[in-house]
């Protein structure tokens, strides 16, 4: 039987100020193994607080407990157990992929046997067993991605931190990637931050929605969107109509079907020519809803 483990991570009352500019405050989560999307809006707080997670700036107050122990105690012992695959990719395009995963390795302190091993094991993992001994350079978008998963992997660390995994993949290989993700959030806690909302509504335990330094939603999709009923609404009508009536509502969404144009707009209240959606609602219409209150 999959162990379950909760309270892997506890984030306590964590804040961050710049001089008077406070980008994070007072946030409260606690995390176990399973996918946890990060949302926000750029300046949410996202950065911030994924900086904060892996120690790689100071706090101004709260506290991060991995496993109960405070990560200021545990120095090494700590980062040793995260991995992080950051937004930009930094790799060497004339390695090999099984090159640069033992190079990776060795600057994590993963040595002989141990890193060869890991290696092989990662790279099958995230299906790139077959073309390891290819350089880099000759990847896709989406195989680039997968090597840094890998990387982040060796050692592993039990969270694992990945910024934006799938700017500038193709469908397909975002579905690739989502499929390796769930795979190995079986036995992690994996931090997925995203603007695509998408990414992660169906691979996600738990949501964690950033706007302006708060946390003002941690909860499952199926919940978000659940509160929602209600709250969601469209007007329909032609393309001039539907124009002129977004001029009223900015954050509107405009719609093509067959049979028309249609405006989608959510609030707490919804104005009078907009007709209460009973179905379809989806995680992008929660976070444009929880951003506006």
């Known amino acids: 039987m999959e162990e379950q483990q909760e309270g892997i991570l506890q984030i306590r009352n964590l804040g961050k100020q710049y001089g008077s500019f ?44 991995y496993r109960g122990k405070e990560i200021k105690g545990l120095g090494k012992e700590y980062r040793m157990k995260v991995g992080y695959t950051p937004q930009v990719r930094g790799m060497y395009e004339d390695f090999t992929a099984l090159e640069f995963l033992h190079y990776i390795g060795a600057l994590k302190g993963v040595k002989g046997k141990e890193c060869k091993r890991q290696t092989l094991e990662f790279l099958e993992l995230v299906n790139l067993g077959q073309v390891a001994h290819k350089k880099i350079g000759t990847y896709s978008g989406g195989m680039k991605q997968r090597v840094l998963i890998a990387c982040a992997m060796l050692g592993n660390p039990e969270i694992l931190i990945l910024d934006e995994p799938t700017v500038g993949l193709d469908p397909e290989e975002r579905i690739h990637l989502h499929n390796y993700i769930t795979e190995i959030s079986r036995q992690r806690v994996v931090i997925l931050a995203t603007h695509v909302v998408d990414d992660i509504e169906g691979i996600s335990k738990k949501v964690m929605l950033l706007n302006k330094g708060k946390l003002v939603s941690f909860d499952s999709p199926q919940n978000m969107i659940r509160h929602l009923e209600g709250h969601v609404g469209e007007a329909r009508g032609t393309y001039e109509e539907m124009m002129e009536l977004k001029k009223q509502y900015l954050n509107g969404k405009l719609l093509q079907t067959a049979e028309g144009f249609r405006l989608r ?18 995680l992008e219409d929660a976070y444009l809803y929880y951003l506006e209150k």
């Open 265 to 282: 707009v959510v609030g707490e209240r919804l104005p009078d020519c907009f007709t209460p959606v009973t179905g379809g609602i989806s």
């Open 22 to 65: 406070k980008a994070l405050w007072d946030l409260n989560v606690e995390l176990g193994y399973g996918v946890y999307g990060l949302l926000g809006a750029n300046g949410a707080g996202k950065t911030t607080f994924l900086n904060l997670l892996t120690d790689n700036i100071e706090r101004t107050e709260g506290q991060i407990l």
